[in-house]
Nanobody
Framework: QVQLVESGGGLVQAGDSLRLSCAAS????????MGWFRQAPGKEREFVAT????????YYADSVKGRFTISRDNAKNAGYLEMNSLKPEDTAVYYC?????????????????WGQGTQVTVSS
């Protein structure tokens, strides 16, 4: 079992930046890929970014490519999502997720573990 706790959300203005963190605990000795997803009111949870166990491989949704950066620090059992040039349409609850194995995935269903989410609100 891996437990995930997100932090770093908040209320910002359009164009601002935020850095989300995801602290992992539990069975972190096994390799796991990480992902970030988000869910806006009335919408389905959608993929944002993912990173492999080693951190060498990443993938982003087109909507955030060039503005968001996913990273991780396995020594600290932590993952991060750096969000720049934020837009009102980025407003959502952001979830950190982990999946067994080293390869990343954009598919929500393959992620075994989820955090409770952190709210990001971007005002215009």
């Amino acid at each position: 079992q891996v437990q995930l706790v997100e932090s770093g959300g908040g209320l910002v203005q359009a164009g601002d930046s935020l850095r989300l963190s995801c602290a992992a605990s539990g069975r972190t000795s096994s390799s796991y890929a990480m992902g970030w997803f988000r869910q806006a009111p009335g919408k389905e949870r959608e993929f944002v970014a993912t990173i492999s166990w080693s951190g060498a491989s990443t993938y982003y949704a087109d909507s955030v490519k060039g503005r968001f950066t996913i990273s991780r620090d396995n020594a600290k059992n932590a993952g991060y999502l750096e969000m720049n040039s934020l837009k009102p349409e980025d407003t959502a609850v952001y979830y950190c997720a982990a999946k067994s194995g080293s390869s990343w995935s954009t598919t929500r269903a393959v992620y075994n573990y989820w955090g409770q989410g952190t709210q990001v609100t971007v005002s215009s």
